[in-house]
């Protein structure tokens, strides 16, 4: 295959304790091996950021240059939606969004857009208001998070979208032995492609996950602009046209982290 491809984490958070070059590094180099994998002549590799509640690091990074030692990160020409990150490592494009969660506990990433949605809307609420922000939206998986009624609720969500511009999305932190969601069937039987991302947690070295776990689709560098993503994926993100990349967590891995987080959040309870 010598066509070029847009390789694409779709589900990446910078987190206050992230390091910004460790993880845009890491991002290419991971990136990088898959392009190397497809054979693609010329390729460019996207981070779709889903930052959460009072996160602003994509507009911080506007307005001045990140904590980075070998990446310059600047504003995108013509595309408000986008950062460009360069260094002798090579190029990446960051494209603004944002993740919120609903008052009944589910996720929902509003990607490809600057506009800030609040947490505790309900699910349809949510929704409604990410269609009108012209966002990208994606549901994505998280541990115990689509278990039970709400995971039926995601289900509904993407059989009532009519309009075919919810997606499922799948999360590098998925353990091998977790069962398929059902929400990915429902996803598949509609025709419509899952749209994974690593999602890494807020805890050390993390960020070397970035670009493990994603997809890519066909298409030159110059496709790779925020709302020229964002309306061809809710245009027509179709199974055939998104092929995933990456490996699911392996169970110890997983037991780890979860643990680890468990812990973090317990400590930043007791100091809050």
Do not use: Y
Not at 32 to 49: D, E, I, N
Not at 126 to 149: C, I, Q, S
Not at 156 to 178: E, I, M, T
């Amino acid at each position: 295959m010598n066509n070029p491809i847009i390789a694409i984490d779709g589900h990446v958070h910078v987190h206050p304790t992230s390091d910004v070059d460790s993880l845009l590094s890491a991002a290419c180099r991971n990136l990088a091996q898959v392009a190397k994998a497809q054979g693609a002549g010329t390729w460019r590799g996207v981070l779709m950021l889903a930052e959460m509640r009072e996160a602003r690091w994509f507009e911080s990074a506007l307005g001045a240059a990140p904590a980075a030692r070998s990446w310059s990160v600047q504003a995108a020409p013509g595309d408000p939606l986008a950062l460009n990150a360069t260094s002798a490592e090579g190029e990446l494009t960051i494209v603004a969004g944002r993740q919120v969660v609903t008052s009944e506990g589910i996720e929902v990433l509003t990607l490809a857009t600057r506009t800030v949605l609040n947490d505790g809307m309900s699910l349809g609420d949510t929704l409604n208001a990410a269609h009108a922000a012209r966002a990208l939206v994606v549901l994505p998986w998280g541990a115990g998070k689509w278990l039970g009624a709400r995971g039926r609720m995601v289900e509904s969500a993407l059989q009532a979208d009519s309009q075919r511009s919810v997606f499922a999305g799948d999360n590098g932190g998925r353990p091998q032995f977790w069962p398929t969601p059902g929400a990915f069937g429902t996803a598949t039987r509609l025709g419509r492609a899952v749209l994974p991302g690593t999602d890494p947690l807020p805890l050390p070295g993390e960020e070397q996950r970035v670009g493990s776990f994603g997809f890519w689709i066909e298409g030159p560098p110059s496709a790779a602009t925020g709302s020229a993503l964002r309306d061809r994926l809710v245009a027509g993100a179709e199974v055939k046209d998104v092929h995933a990349f990456g490996r699911l967590q392996g169970p110890w891995q997983f037991v780890r982290n979860q643990a680890a987080l468990r812990m973090r959040n317990k400590q930043s309870r007791r100091t809050s």
